[in-house]
């Protein structure tokens, strides 16, 4: 069973950054894609930033140019740096892993989740 975890979450005020972590346990974590989604109060959980085994990434509109997605291979993690935050940057932001392969930004692509880390951006 892979576990996944995720660190970092945190207030912000706008135009700030936040640094989210994403591990998983196992063994061949650089086989795994990784995707960060979010959940606002109310709204459907929605695409963040993904990135493959290979390092292809993906970005919502909503957070290209501001986010950005990374692997550090020797710490078997993925970072979301988040700047130039925003009020609509504020939910609760997951991880999902797989290694099965599938289309890189779509939650269904991901069998193992994280529990959430909660992200405010406030005035």
């Known amino acids: 069973q892979v576990q996944v975890v995720e660190s970092g979450g945190g207030s912000v005020q706008p135009g700030g950054s936040l640094r989210l972590s994403c591990t998983a346990s196992?063994?061949?974590?650089?086989?795994?894609?990784i995707g960060w989604f979010r959940q606002a109060p109310g709204k459907e959980r929605e695409q963040v930033s993904c990135i493959s085994s290979s390092g292809r990434t993906h970005y919502a509109d909503s957070v290209n140019g501001r986010f950005t997605i990374s692997r550090d291979k020797a710490r078997n993690t993925v970072i979301l740096k988040m700047n130039s935050m925003k009020s609509e940057d504020t939910a609760v932001y997951y991880c999902?892993?797989?290694?099965?392969?599938?289309?890189?930004?779509?939650?269904?692509?991901?069998?193992?989740w994280g529990q959430g880390t909660q992200v405010t951006v406030y005035s």
């Open positions: 999902g892993a797989d290694r099965r392969g599938g289309s890189l930004c779509t939650q269904i692509t991901y069998a193992y």
């Open positions: 196992g063994s061949s974590f650089d086989y795994y894609a």
